[in-house]
């Protein structure tokens, strides 16, 4: 007899990997010419990322959303501050080392505080436009 749930489950971590590895490219694409130097302005000036985000990149972004959008949606909190750190520290450990690294004064863990607030307003802008 097939068990339903198992395939269920397959498939199931199948999308949740898709929509992953999607994102995950796209996030590096953005990293492209991004220094540590930018990134620590960005970071104590507390700069707005999707505000400045060239409309070119968000309609880009649009061309992701009519292939992947309904798998982005559904396992969108799959896709968090967490994860992106990972691939940060993996794929860009310089830019990494200075979101964790941002001097006290500016607040307690204020690179991470940031990150996570870009993090997620990107993903609900993004959902936004879905």
């Given at each position: 007899?097939?068990?339903?749930?198992?395939?269920k489950?397959?498939?199931?971590?199948?999308?949740?990997?898709?929509?992953?590895?999607?994102?995950?490219?796209?996030?590096?694409?953005?990293?492209?010419?991004?220094?540590?130097?930018?990134?620590?302005?960005?970071?104590?000036?507390?700069?707005?990322?999707?505000?400045m985000?060239?409309?070119?990149?968000?309609?880009?972004?649009?061309?992701?959303?009519?292939?992947?959008?309904?798998?982005?949606?559904?396992?969108?909190?799959?896709?968090?501050?967490?994860?992106?750190?990972?691939?940060?520290?993996?794929d860009?450990?310089?830019?990494?080392?200075t979101?964790?690294?941002?001097?006290p004064?500016?607040?307690?863990?204020?690179?991470?505080?940031?990150?996570?607030?870009?993090?997620?307003?990107i993903?609900?802008?993004?959902?936004?436009?879905?």
């Amino acid at each position: 007899m097939v068990d339903l749930s198992k395939i269920k489950s397959f498939a199931k971590n199948l999308g949740i990997g898709i929509a992953t590895e999607v994102v995950r490219g796209w996030f590096n694409e953005q990293l492209k010419g991004v220094t540590p130097s930018d990134l620590y302005d960005a970071v104590i000036t507390d700069t707005d990322l999707w505000s400045m985000t060239p409309g070119d990149i968000k309609n880009a972004g649009m061309k992701y959303k009519k292939t992947y959008g309904n798998l982005f949606k559904q396992y969108q909190d799959e896709i968090n501050t967490e994860m992106l750190l990972t691939w940060l520290k993996d794929d860009h450990p310089a830019l990494f080392s200075t979101i964790i690294n941002i001097p006290p004064e500016y607040g307690p863990n204020a690179g991470l505080v940031w990150f996570d607030k870009q993090v997620y307003k990107i993903k609900r802008e993004i959902i936004n436009m879905m």
